[in-house]
């Protein structure tokens, strides 16, 4: 069971949360005999922090640090696998306010342009520039470190199974958004 309880600033509320038992969110990768003990919800926090830190740390040494949050996402999408700016915004699920203000930050620091779509004079063509190509491949290059070390980590079975369970975890919240 969880206490809540709210912490008043000026102008902020804040929610305070207390976990009865904080071992089942461990802060590192436990080790093999305590795995089975850590919630599923944990590890995959522990695993996205891994491409987290390898798609920063690429972007910071290639002179993108300026990124605002959500913008590797964006980036890497468009540039990596296609995907148009409006997919990727979806992707987040995030409000049309956020998604306005994340590919206004994206264009002012010159990653995206954006321009009136020649076809229909009511919508913007959004288009990656040269230095949004850059920083979508070095968010490819943090995936792609992170992934090889993965892949000399664990089998190709083990690797097939972990990729079918995420898979089957996207299903689901698409079922669930569906059902709302």
Do not use: C, W
């Not at 264009?107 to 009511?122: A, I, K």
């Amino acid at each position: 069971m969880s206490a809540r309880r709210h912490v008043r600033r000026p102008g902020l509320t804040v929610k305070r949360i207390d976990h009865a038992s904080p071992s089942n969110y461990p802060l590192r990768v436990p080790g093999p005999a305590a795995a089975e003990d850590v919630v599923i919800p944990a590890l995959l926090r522990v695993a996205r922090g891994s491409y987290g830190q390898a798609i920063k740390t690429n972007l910071e040494a290639a002179g993108f640090g300026d990124l605002p949050r959500n913008g590797a996402f964006v980036l890497g999408g468009m540039g990596n696998h296609g995907g148009t700016a409006v997919d990727m915004i979806r992707g987040l699920g995030v409000t049309k306010q956020a998604a306005s203000q994340l590919i206004d930050t994206l264009v002012l620091r010159g990653y995206l342009t954006r321009d009136v779509n020649p076809e229909d004079r009511r919508r913007m063509t959004i288009a990656l520039t040269d230095r949004g190509h850059a920083a979508a491949a070095a968010v490819r290059s943090g995936v792609d470190s992170v992934d090889a070390e993965l892949a000399r980590m664990i089998t190709p079975s083990e690797l097939a199974g972990l990729r079918a369970g995420l898979e089957a975890l996207g299903h689901i919240r698409d079922r669930m958004r569906e059902e709302r």
